[in-house]
């Protein structure tokens, strides 16, 4: 086991080159000042680093449901939410000034769109036949990854864009929030009740790294029970985020509307 | 005091509006398995341990969260 995971990292090359050119159009367009967005950012491109290229992509790939839950998980709520967090006020600004990044900016963020999007790729790809194509095909892997970061950081726009003006201001941002919240619930507890395994792969791995007998012996992760967890950490992982960015979404309108009143 | 007046009257109602609804969906679940029983017992027979241990976990769900609802609105509110 622990020579799967030193030697099981991927160094792929468009992996590297993807992670290397959103940091560096990053340095160009902000010299990674203020320190503080930079940190997030630099934290944002580390998840999705570690995310693609650590044994979690290999396992997922292969051996683990659950493995690659916590990979989405980490595509889907953690690393847009760092690069949205880590995008500075003034720079942002002045790209909005342009007209048709405006444009783009303000059909991609109305916030029925948004929301319909991201719940309909993160249910599509979740679809046991679209799953196991992606599986199966490394192109339509890649693609899938992309579209999860690209609709996922489409969606949390709204709710932590730099740009006030951008954002959902008051009980829109909550419904927002909240209904998708229980669509990404739903969606975990399906996983977590269903008792059959779902996902061909996972039922029969072919076992290229000789790990096998200790996933299902000693960690005792049969298809099914490797299914329920994937579905718990979906479930509880991501209500997580949820309540956190709606606790965040609540301090602001809060403090927004407290000194209106005053 | 209404629901619209400002920010703190909005809060309050949400948070023990919500939790008000958790609590009348307790009561009715539990009313039900109560209806159940009876209608079981007629026949002799009993209704399956599962849907007791459900629906006392979930009430048990909804009185943890009175006490963070408690504490935060009537002990951290009033300080």
Same mark, same amino acid.
């Given at each position: 086991?622990?020579?799967? *995971? ?27 000042? &203020? ?73 991609? /963020? ?13 249910? =599509?790809?979740?679809? &046991? ?25 489409? *969606?949390?726009? &709204? ?40 996902? /061909? ?17 000693? *960690?005792?992760?049969? &298809? ?6 994937? =579905? ?5 992982? =991501? /209500? ?23 | ?10 809060? !309050? ?47 048990? !769900? ?7 609802? !408690? ?9």
């Amino acid at each position: 086991m622990s020579d799967f *995971f030193r030697n099981s990292w991927d160094w792929d090359l468009s992996k590297i080159i993807g992670c290397a050119a959103l940091v560096l159009i990053y340095g160009v367009w902000t010299r990674f000042k &203020p320190l503080r967005s930079a940190l997030f950012y630099l934290s944002g491109v580390t998840a999705l680093f570690l995310s693609l290229a650590s044994p979690l992509d290999a396992l997922g790939d292969e051996y683990l449901f659950s493995a690659h839950m916590l990979q989405h998980f980490i595509l889907l709520m953690v690393v847009p939410l760092l690069l949205i967090l880590g995008l500075p006020e003034a720079p942002v600004r002045a790209l909005l000034r342009i007209g048709w990044i405006k444009r783009t900016e303000e059909a991609l /963020s109305q916030p029925v769109f948004a929301w319909m999007l991201a719940n309909s790729i993160l249910w =599509g790809w979740h679809l &046991p036949s679209l799953y196991v194509f992606a599986v199966r095909n490394e192109g339509v892997h890649i693609f899938q990854h992309l579209t999860f970061l690209i609709s996922s950081t489409i *969606f949390w726009w &709204p709710i932590l864009a730099p740009t006030e003006e951008s954002r959902l201001v008051s009980w829109d941002g909550f419904v927002y929030l909240f209904t998708a919240a229980l669509s990404n619930m739903a969606l975990g507890i399906v996983f977590t009740f269903v008792n059959e395994p779902l996902f /061909s792969p996972y039922v029969a791995p072919e076992d290229s790294w000789k790990i096998l007998s200790v996933i299902r012996n000693q *960690f005792h992760l049969d &298809p099914v029970a490797d299914q329920k967890l994937g =579905g718990i950490l979906m479930w509880v992982l =991501g /209500s997580s985020v949820f309540l956190g960015v709606f606790l965040f979404h609540y301090g602001r309108w809060y403090s927004a509307t407290e000194l209106e009143g005053t | 005091v209404t629901i619209s007046r400002d920010p703190l009257s909005s809060s !309050f109602f949400t948070v023990t509006g919500f939790h008000g609804l958790h609590v009348c969906a307790g009561v009715l679940l539990f009313v039900l398995l109560l209806g159940w029983s009876f209608i079981q017992k007629k026949s002799d027979r009993s209704i399956p341990t599962g849907s007791v241990v459900s629906v006392s976990l979930y009430w048990h !769900f909804v009185d943890i969260v009175w006490i963070a609802v !408690f504490a935060i609105v009537y002990l951290w509110g009033t300080r």
